[in-house]
């Protein structure tokens, strides 16, 4: 399978949670894939999209509407795990792009969640942390938060945090800043 390098997907998840530990009948599972493309020659974010995942094994608590603002009612007329992860694939060419999200939380979470259900996972193995390579590329002494990276580099939270469509749109900003304060002159591809 050739590898598309056009773009990055920007992917930021949410998934059930709970004030205190999980209940004992419940677990946590995705109920939003936020996704930003970005463009690898302009290092424009070009879309972002939320995708509603309909939970199997949980419900949304009040703590998980008050941190995220997604409502059961809102995930009931979500789509099945397995269905998003088609999407994913057919509409976004997920197996053949490289993926990013902030930390490797989502990443994690996707291998876990494809195991239990039995799902191929959508994505293909280049991933790309954005959290370490910020703190690398920064020289910072540890890993920050996405709302303090966007600050550090001085770029508005836009949206909701913690809401996946709006995280993945502020992380695909981040990741075009670290890419273009990486890119050295000369370096252009018609230059090969």
Known sequence: MARLLDQILIIDIEAT????????????????????TLDIAT???????SILIKPERSTVSPFCTQLTTLTQK????????GAACDLLKKDYHARSRTWASYGDYDRRQ?????????VANPFGPSHINIKN????VYRLSREVGMAQALKHLDIPLEGTHHR?????WNIAHILARLLSDCRMPGTEADML
Do not use: H, M, N, Y
């Open 17 to 36: 949670c709970w004030d205190g530990p999980t209940p004992s009948d419940q677990e946590g599972e995705i109920i939003e894939i936020g996704l930003a």
């Open 43 to 49: 290092l424009k974010p070009l879309e972002k999209r």
């Open 74 to 81: 809102q995930v009931d007329q979500g789509i099945s795990f």
């Open 110 to 118: 996707f291998v876990r969640q494809c195991e239990a259900r039995q």
């Open 133 to 136: 390579l910020f703190a690398l």
């Open 164 to 168: 996946g469509i709006d995280d993945a």
